[in-house]
């Protein structure tokens, strides 16, 4: 569409400068420090989270001009600077581009870069008192600076687990990318795995249970044909033969994550079992019936070189209505007229812009609105198959005006989802208003409106922007004190985002310890007057056991949760709560039970609380999870 991601390279240049003439102590004394030294406002937490991350806005040329402090106790690890625009649902294309960018302008100051900065991977440059490094976040290109204590914590994090993954095995690491993948595919979805010969395992989603299908002896090359001793060995690993068809084992979508790894290490098992000598003889081909090819990047396998021109073929000729197949209307001329109208209109952004502004632009409302209505419509003048708008109100104040400016897709009358081809005119429609936009208002920028991404054309008392919902093009008209608001709950996420990879970073930590504890051997999480997580490993599998201290004050939302995931509650027996992962279990297994199992101490926890690891007679260093607070 040509709309502008900016990037402040000159800016994030500058404040590296700064960073590197700062005397760092990376203590909570930097974070005002740092702020004034490169002209920022004064770090403050955000919104309601008075415990965690401060953030400061940085003056950047860009649509959130955020940093954020992140630290633990007084100690601060990293700040986290926002410095390009928010490309539509963390377009990667966009995000690259934006990142190269920035790259460039500081190889022309540094030179070439390291990789990787702080818990984060990409390009880095080492000065003697810090590490500066380019990150692509969910929204944003963000640049990292790092204390050199935390950035040499991350990197050896990076290497045990390059270490932890490369020990599976190749078989290993695709049982449990596999075991992954197909958790994430959707109802009707077909994944084939095929080796030479027509050697195959077939996965098929339905709606209430998985089927795996392995190909027979009758069906594949002659030269790769088996024998009943082969059989014999498909049936005692619980595959099912058949008269006239490939062997099966079904699974129902509700077995739970470790029945469906073990479901996966079968199938690889079967594999084996028919001679397939390594994952490098692999390819894979998934699609949804009826529908679209789904990437298989993730089974790090390459892609059948089969193409599915037909499915395409066949949706494109099977179009409900023949609207769908052709070009969408876009009314653009009226949405130019409105977007001048809206500049022009002197917005209180409340209940009374309702008949003011339908007056003005010639609207009707549909009925009488009430004083607590949350959305009003109207009915527009545009030329499209559902000419409305919408007032969106929180309370008494008017959030947007969304008006619709194209024909719809009608995309609920397709089963599967409208086919590439319909949906590619939506995405043209959007192109034509978006450059009819441009036209009169010259270039936007990529920005926020509400909770959606889009091309922006700000002033001082409105946003205007272009976003395609499920079926059609909308114009928002935006209350500029929402960009506000909603800079406020994107640091939150930020925040969160960055505890929750602390979190991440433990629970890969402690699971390598759990997996590998000897049978008959005792683990420990104890968070001091918090509680302690007791596991114990036996021949059957890893269990575990919240200590009393651990159980208490839980929230009646956090026990209903854990009975409904199979938590044992104390009784008079056993008065502590206990739950158990039973053998065969991936290293994934581990992983999400031991999240699981910690889930509920860690509920507990307040902001300084330390955890400490033992395992049988060893203590492991294990860091705990930062939280933001770095007692500024």
């Not at 506000?484 to 890969?508: H, P, S, V």
């Not at 504890?517 to 575990?544: I, K, S, Y």
């Not at 007679?617 to 607070?629: I, M, Q, V, Y």
């Amino acid at each position: 569409m040509g709309f502008e991601v900016r990037v402040d390279s000159a800016g994030a240049v500058e404040i590296v400068r700064a960073a590197v003439r700062f005397g760092w102590s990376w203590d909570a004394t930097d974070v005002r420090s740092f702020a004034r030294r490169v002209g920022w406002a004064t770090p403050e937490p955000v919104g309601t989270m008075r415990r965690g991350a401060v953030f400061s806005r940085t003056g950047l040329g860009i649509w959130w001009d955020s940093a954020m402090f992140w630290g633990s106790g007084r100690r601060l690890q990293y700040v986290r600077v926002a410095v390009s625009d928010c490309p539509a649902a963390g377009n990667p294309a966009l995000l690259a581009d934006a990142l190269d960018r920035v790259r460039a302008a500081f190889i022309q100051v540094w030179g070439e870069p390291e990789s990787g900065a702080g818990p984060d991977d990409g390009p880095a440059w080492i000065f003697p008192n810090l590490l500066a490094g380019l990150a692509i976040g969910p929204n944003t290109v963000d640049l990292m600076l790092v204390n050199p204590l935390d950035q040499r914590f991350w990197m050896d994090k990076r290497h045990e687990g390059a270490r932890r993954r490369a020990g599976l095995g190749g078989w290993g690491r695709f049982t449990e990318d596999l075991a992954d993948y197909l958790e994430t595919l959707p109802t009707d979805a077909h994944l084939m795995i095929t080796a030479p010969g027509g050697r195959y395992v077939q996965f098929a989603v339905e709606p209430g249970e998985f089927t795996g299908e392995l190909s027979r002896s009758e069906f594949i090359d002659p030269t790769w044909r088996y024998g009943d001793e082969v059989g014999d060995l498909l049936i005692a690993q619980g595959w099912t033969p058949t008269e006239d068809a490939n062997w099966r084992r079904r699974l129902p979508r509700t077995a739970g994550r470790t029945a469906v790894s073990h479901f996966a290490a079968r199938a690889v098992e079967a594999l084996r079992t028919l001679d397939v000598k390594a994952v490098t003889d692999l390819v894979a081909d998934a699609w949804v019936e009826g529908g679209e090819d789904l990437d298989v990047a993730a089974l790090g396998i390459p892609p059948h070189t089969t193409a599915r021109t037909q499915r395409a073929e066949f949706l494109r000729s099977n179009a409900p209505y023949g609207f769908d197949i052709g070009p969408l209307r876009v009314d653009v001329p009226s949405g130019i007229d409105i977007a001048r109208a809206a500049r022009d209109f002197d917005w209180t952004w409340t209940r009374a812009d309702i008949t003011a502004f339908a007056e003005r632009i010639g609207w009707q409302l549909e009925g009488e609105p009430g004083p607590s209505d949350r959305v009003v419509r109207v009915k527009t003048a545009l030329r499209v198959d559902h000419s409305q708008a919408r007032y969106c109100y929180d309370g008494d104040r008017l959030e947007s005006v969304c008006i619709t400016l194209s024909d719809s897709i009608e995309s609920h009358l397709y089963e599967q989802g409208p086919p590439a081809e319909v949906r590619e005119q939506l995405t043209a429609a959007v192109t034509r208003a978006v450059d009819g936009l441009r036209t009169e208002f010259g270039a936007p920028v990529h920005g926020t409106l509400r909770q959606a991404f889009g091309p922006v054309w700000s002033s001082r008392n409105l946003s205007i922007g272009v976003v395609p919902d499920d079926n059609t093009v909308e114009l928002h008209l935006v209350n500029p004190a929402e960009r506000g608001r909603q800079l406020i709950i994107e640091q939150q996420q930020t925040a969160r985002r960055a505890a929750e990879r602390e979190w991440r970073q433990f629970f890969d930590d402690f699971a390598a310890v759990a997996a590998e504890l000897p049978e008959n051997t005792a683990a420990t999480v104890d968070a001091g007057d918090r509680g302690t997580a007791h596991f114990h490993r036996d021949a059957d599998g890893l269990r575990v056991r919240l200590d009393a201290e651990a159980g208490l004050g839980l929230h009646p939302r956090i026990t209903g949760l854990m009975r409904a995931n199979g938590w044992q509650r104390p009784d008079a027996a056993r008065p502590v709560w206990r739950h158990g992962l039973y053998q065969p279990a991936l290293y994934r297994d581990f992983r999400h039970f031991v999240e699981f199992a910690l889930w509920p101490l860690r509920t507990r926890m307040g902001p300084y609380t330390v955890l400490r690891v033992r395992a049988g007679e060893e203590d492991h260093d294990l860091r705990t999870p930062s939280t933001g607070a770095t007692g500024f």
